[in-house]
Nanobody, 124 residues
Framework: QVQLVESGGGLVQAGGSLKLSCAASGRAFSFYAMAWFRQAPGKEREFVAAITWSGSTYYADSVKGRFTGSGDSAKNTFYLQMNSLKPEDTAVYFC??????????????????WGQGTQVTVSS
């Protein structure tokens, strides 16, 4: 089983930045891609960003140009650099991995392993 642990969340003012980390561990771990989703109170979980080890990146329109995903294969860790944060970015952010080749990275059902989430709060 793969374990994912997110960190880096917190409280920040609008316009500020945060960097989230997602460390993967567990059984012989190799994966094709990792993604970030977020869930605001009363809303459904939504796609934020995804990155593959080959270097392909995918972003939701709402974060494009502000958020950047990256990965460190030696550490089995993915990162999400979030700049120019807005109050509407407030949510619990989840990382996930284990996706079947060819599945849609933006589809929650495509991902097999999830972390517990980290809270990001952006004040106005």
């Amino acid at each position: 089983q793969v374990q994912l642990v997110e960190s880096g969340g917190g409280l920040v003012q609008a316009g500020g930045s945060l960097k989230l980390s997602c460390a993967a561990s567990g059984r012989a771990f190799s994966f094709y891609a990792m993604a970030w989703f977020r869930q605001a109170p009363g809303k459904e979980r939504e796609f934020v960003a995804a990155i593959t080890w080959s270097g392909s990146t995918y972003y939701a329109d709402s974060v494009k140009g502000r958020f950047t995903g990256s990965g460190d294969s030696a550490k089995n860790t993915f990162y999400l650099q979030m700049n120019s944060l807005k109050p509407e970015d407030t949510a619990v952010y989840f990382c996930c991995t284990e996706i079947s080749p060819g599945a849609s990275v933006k589809d929650i059902a495509s991902w097999g392993s999830w972390g517990q989430g980290t809270q990001v709060t952006v004040s106005s």
